[in-house]
């Protein structure tokens, strides 16, 4: 239990609603733009909790003696801990308990799929009741502190003298540099774009998490004194072997999966035929859904977005921003099995997104110029349980269909970015190309190398990945402090 778990005035609160007048309170609605109005505008969708629906919520949390939901979060946020500081109107307070482990709390507290974490273990779920909104109090006290204009910064120990590299400006690399610098050490992150985030910048549209949210996080780590290097791209423009001899004793890895798949089928190579890396990467990086930037995209009228993840959404809510007409998800399976947050379908369904479930592209047809012009697709029903426990997609004989589309966005996963495991001599890679590693992220071949996130898992929510960074920043300084 931490100091704060122990304060007089947390009794004071247990004792002034007793857990039956806080399980009646029901769970405050986040708020968010008309849907109307949000699919044709960039703003961020949901709006945040006002400081009286903050409190509100807040006096839901039952503040247990052995919190469940403390073990659903992987980067272990003390979580009753800064909730009943809300509670108390604390609210700068409660954001200093979020940051002594998170790096990213206004990030997490939007984009982490709480549902299936933290709030997915609140005791709540156990009386029928909704759970406590932990997300929306994690993402109110981190805006709170940041619109304050006195963001605090954690408390970090004196210089050790030793010297780390990372390898990424992505959440576990973020999160990595974030606990090391705490701890004491020299921390430099190598980025291979313009910009320092990672899928946070490129990945993820600013509807659902503005890049001012970002670089408030980043700027934080700034002045904690972690270094940032960009356009560096480890195993090309650096090697490992020249960051060992300018001093870095350990390296973390965390250049996540940047390698978009393919289905292979016929027609891929036709022009407006595009990964939702690509797509996603142009339109958030890159400024392409302004007509006089260096690099525009081209804005289809009916988009065919392939896929059932949130990156999916993403890449279908940004074509609808991007002005197309019509809007449709295609995806294998039924929607009960599609991997996304029901938040992001919901908004998705909202904005006028429609759903094809049930079919699968097996061919792309172009036009005389080469461009897409119409998918031929298979229905399909489902089948036994696959390996992923979800019931597998059964092609339905003769059931042929081709529906009509000037651009389709391929969301169907990623694979690791190969440049620098690749570069790394003597560096256990699996046959999926990610680094091999032990429970503490170390590498089981090169022990001063240290990973996580993408790049080991081959694809991760940013909550996971921040786990990672977090577990290795503690193995790091396990390892250099023997």
Excluded at 412 to 429: A, D, M, T
Excluded at 448 to 462: E, K, L, M, Q, S
Aim: net charge neutral.
């Amino acid at each position: 239990m931490t100091e704060d778990r122990n304060a007089s005035w947390r009794e004071e609160l247990r004792k002034s609603m007793k857990p039956k007048e806080r399980t009646a309170i029901e769970r405050v609605p986040m708020n968010e733009l008309d849907p109307v109005l949000r699919a044709r505008s960039r703003d961020e969708v949901n709006q945040g909790l006002t400081a009286e629906q903050a409190v509100t919520e807040a006096k839901r949390c039952l503040d247990c003696g052995k919190p469940s939901c403390m073990e659903g979060c992987p980067v272990n946020i003390d979580i009753p801990g800064f909730i009943k500081n809300i509670e108390r109107g604390e609210f700068a307070e409660a954001a200093r308990v979020l940051k002594k482990t998170s790096s990213l709390p206004a990030v997490c507290g939007r984009v982490c799929p709480q549902e299936k974490q933290c709030e997915g273990s609140c005791i709540h779920l156990k009386m029928n009741s909704k759970p406590v909104a932990i997300g929306n109090l994690e993402r109110f006290a981190a805006d709170f502190e940041r619109n304050s204009g006195k963001a605090s910064l954690p408390e970090c120990r004196s210089s050790n003298g030793h010297k780390v590299g990372v390898i990424g400006s992505g959440p576990s690399g973020l999160s990595c540099a974030g606990d090391l610098i705490k701890m004491g050490y020299e921390v430099t992150v190598f980025e291979a774009l313009h910009e320092i985030g990672g899928v946070l910048k490129y990945g993820i549209p600013e509807f659902r998490l503005p890049n001012a949210v970002v670089d408030a996080e980043i700027e934080t780590l700034r002045r904690l004194g972690v270094k940032f290097v960009t356009d560096c791209v480890v195993g090309k423009t650096v090697s490992v072997s020249q960051l060992r001899e300018q001093g870095y004793e350990c390296l973390f890895v965390g250049s996540g999966a940047g390698l978009p798949r393919f289905m292979n089928i016929p027609g891929e190579n036709l022009i407006n035929v595009l990964s939702s890396n690509e797509y996603l990467t142009r339109v958030n990086l890159m400024d392409a859904g302004n007509p006089e930037t260096d690099t525009p995209v081209f804005r289809g009228r009916k988009v065919i977005v392939v896929g059932g993840g949130n990156t999916a959404m993403d890449s279908v809510r940004t074509a609808l921003r991007m002005g197309a007409e019509k809007a449709t998800i295609v995806y294998r399976r039924s929607e009960e099995e599609m991997p996304a947050r029901l938040e992001e379908v919901h908004h998705a369904k909202a904005e006028g997104v429609e759903f094809l479930t049930l079919h699968n592209p097996i061919e792309y047809i172009g036009d005389d110029k080469g461009r897409v012009k119409a998918v031929r697709l298979q229905k399909m029903q489902l089948g036994e349980p696959d390996e992923s426990g979800r019931r597998r997609p059964v092609e339905i004989p003769g059931a042929v269909e081709v529906l009509e589309a000037d651009m389709v966005v391929v969301a169907i996963g990623v694979s690791p970015n190969p440049i620098v495991p690749s570069s790394i001599e003597g560096l256990n890679i699996s046959r999926k190309g990610t680094i091999v590693v032990n429970d503490d992220m170390q590498s089981d071949s090169i022990p001063t190398i240290f990973a996580g996130g993408d790049i080991v898992r081959g694809g991760a929510t940013v909550i996971l990945a921040m786990g990672d960074g977090r577990r290795a920043a503690a193995a790091i300084d396990a390892y250099l402090s023997r």
